[in-house]
């Protein structure tokens, strides 16, 4: 177990402060928790401030930093649910800020003039009402950055005003995905993609007219160009899964090969040149991290202290060109002081990992299992990463954990065909052995044994235990019971399909409900004897939670791909509730306060709360950044509600 979170405290009260300050948010509410880390798809320093660097995530928003990357904060909201491709900050101004969104529905360039905390899209200042690049930075003419060019299939984008106005055009013969200006001379400019016969086009007169060049480049589709800023006749090409690095020093009218040490199935992320020496190049690839000093001639991986997530983004601080900053595609951010000859980690504050699930029980502890690892809170001491004896060397993945009714120190964590238990509210986990076959039954021909892809305790006996199976030839096999607290199974799914039983849950004593392939929903009421087909009114969709009010088991709550559904019948029917509200969401996070009854319930417009058993629902989302609520979970002393977020990584709040 590693700590990630150090001075984590100290970086939550700044971002507080920071929240407080956004445009409608209020002084008190929800708050962003950690754990630290998350997809990074760009990382950029603003030139003329090189104190301030941004990272642009996946789905977690723009995250700034005012110190070098040492730290983080989340400026504004505006692009949290959106899969920011690119970030890239005017040469002249530390606060005007370009992202690219991966082009959908909505408008895929965002543009910010305060450092982050608002965005606006750019359509509304282009004719044609939407722009939709393929993906690939904007490039700026210099400092004054007047002139900038936004690459695209076929049709391309200009602004000569800083943009603030926009027209098209077409580079002729070809796509252009990248463009790249000299670094003295705005009016020559390059553009890269694919043509009918070549890939690389220059123009001497600012893009006015256009001339093909790049002998040697083959078929290549170009995504990469850098020009060496001592001697800008050189340029580098490289496209995405080529494997090979183009190099021309004639200006772009020829090119020569330079082999990257990685297959050409492998992807090339990014591709980054020392502000002041062109020799020096990093490209971070599918296979790892790797330096040139020579212009491309060798290279050397250069990733150690990483960890196991591959570098995706990197960029050199132009005061300092030692310091350089990666973004990792899982944990984050990290940087190098010694020209990355080691890394360390400077992700404190860049909350946006993906939330998978989250478990806990108020007054005790919580667990949240996120795209990157499975995690611990421990309170003022932030989140621990929690491997043994789940995973060795990697991130662990849990099919579950359920805290046993007789105590909040014990709890029972599941995956595949092993179970776990903890005494200590777990800090320490040990499997649970499992007694195998008789001699007898495999006489029979009765091969198979409990599987753990679920998990229940009957209310009315602690001992009692149901586990369900991944998949079941035998009769009964879905589900299987123990009687003596998990040292016995036998078969107990009689009625049940020999299907992936997802979810487990108990309600009234000897009442348990089985969610079967995400969908269908089943019922026993004789603690496992027989298994009836329950759900009525259910909309035959994926079946995300199902939660049995504790004030109440004889009402459930079903949170589904198309709204939430109530039964007041132990399960055997449901209505759908939610109006105004999640009527119709896709609701993702369903939990239930035992102490007042109140509801709580995650989409992606939020989390809402309900105190008549749902009959009628109001917002909870003051101070809530990330509004892609996927789970909820009851826990800590005091109890505090907790959501993980879909890029923010988890957020808390009191309860009212």
């Known amino acids: 177990m590693a700590t990630l979170v150090g001075r984590w405290g100290a970086v939550l009260a700044a971002a507080a402060v920071a929240v407080a300050l956004l445009p409608g948010a209020a002084a008190a509410g929800w708050r962003a928790e950690g754990p630290a880390g998350g997809n990074v798809r760009s990382v950029a320093f603003a030139p003329a401030q090189p104190a301030t660097v941004y990272a642009a995530t996946n789905s977690g928003g723009v995250w700034r930093s005012d110190d070098g990357g040492a730290t983080w904060r989340l400026p504004g909201d505006g692009l949290t649910r959106r899969d920011v491709e690119w970030v890239a900050v005017e040469p002249g101004d530390p606060r005007a800020v370009w992202a690219g969104v991966k082009a959908g529905r909505g408008a895929a360039v965002w543009r910010s003039t305060d ?62 995905y990248v463009f790249a200006f000299h670094p003295s001379d705005p009016k020559i400019v390059y553009a890269g993609g694919r043509g009918d016969s070549l890939n690389l086009a220059r123009s001497n007169d600012g893009g006015k007219t256009w001339r093909q060049v790049g002998i040697g480049l083959g078929k290549t589709s170009l995504r990469a160009l850098l020009l060496d800023p001592a001697e800008p006749s050189t340029l580098y090409a490289a496209g995405r899964n080529s494997g090979m690095l183009y190099k021309s020093t004639d200006a772009g009218d020829n090119f020569a090969p330079v082999a990257l040490p990685v297959p050409g199935s492998k992807s090339l ?100 299992q996120l795209s990157i ?120 799914g009689q009625g049940l399909p020999g299907e992936t039983i997802g979810m487990l849950r108990a309600g009234e004593a000897g009442t348990v409900l089985a969610v079967v392939e995400r969908q269908k929903l089943y019922r026993t009421t004789n603690a496992g004897g027989s298994w009836t087909v329950a759900g009525t009114g259910l909309p035959g969709t994926k079946i995300h939670e199902l939660e049995v009010d504790p004030t109440n088991p004889a009402r459930l709550f079903a949170a589904t791909e198309k709204g939430l559904f109530r039964s007041a019948d132990g399960g055997a029917s449901f209505a759908r509730v939610g109006e105004g509200a999640v009527e119709g969401d896709d609701v993702e996070g369903l939990v239930i306060d035992p102490a007042s009854g109140a509801v709580y319930v995650g989409s992606f417009h939020g989390v809402f709360r309900s105190t008549d058993g749902g009959d009628t629902w109001t917002p909870f989302v003051d101070g809530l950044t990330h509004r892609g609520v996927r789970a909820l979970a009851l826990a800590g002393e005091p109890t505090r509600l907790w959501a993980g977020t879909a890029g923010g990584s988890i957020h808390s709040t009191e309860l009212p």
Do not use: C
């Not at 050199?316 to 000859?341: E, N, Y």
């Not at 009765?446 to 209310?459: G, H, I, K, P, W």
């Not at 235990?465 to 107990?492: C, I, N, Q």
């Open 115 to 176: 450092g982050g905390v608002t965005w606006e899209a750019l359509a509304a200042s282009y004719p044609g009402g939407r722009v939709q690049p393929v993906g690939q930075p904007i490039a700026f003419s210099g400092a004054e950055a007047k002139t900038l060019l936004l690459p695209s299939t076929n049709l391309h984008y200009r602004s000569d005003d800083g943009g603030k106005s926009w027209r098209d055009f077409r580079v002729p013969n070809q796509d252009a």
């Open 269 to 368: 992320f990014d591709l980054a040149m020392h502000p002041r020496d062109g020799r020096i190049l990093w490209a971070a690839t599918e296979a790892g991290l790797f330096k040139t000093e020579d212009g491309g001639a060798s290279w050397r991986e250069s990733d150690r202290g990483l960890g196991r997530y591959l570098a995706t983004a990197i960029a050199f601080d132009p005061r300092d060109p030692t310091h350089l900053v990666v973004g990792t595609g899982g944990t984050g951010i990290f940087d190098s002081r010694d020209s990355g000859a080691s890394w360390t980690p400077a992700r404190e504050g860049i909350a946006a990992g993906w939330a998978e699930k989250l478990w806990g029980v108020p007054g005790g502890a919580l667990f949240a």
């Open 373 to 492: 690892g499975l995690y611990r809170y421990d309170g003022p001491d932030g989140w621990t990463e929690i491997r043994e004896p789940f995973a060795s060397g990697k991130e662990a993945k849990l099919d579950g954990i359920l805290f046993d009714a007789t105590s909040r120190q014990t709890l029972h964590a599941f995956d595949g065909s092993i179970l776990y238990r903890s005494t200590d509210g777990g800090r320490r986990f040990q499997a649970v052995e499992q007694k195998g076959l008789s001699t007898r039954d495999m006489l029979k021909g009765n091969t198979e044994t409990v599987q753990f892809r679920s998990l229940a305790q009957d209310r009315g006996n602690p001992q009692h235990f149901y586990a369900g199976s991944w998949s079941s030839r035998s009769t009964g096999g879905a589900v299987y019971k123990t009687t003596d607290g998990g040292k016995k199974w036998a078969p107990a």
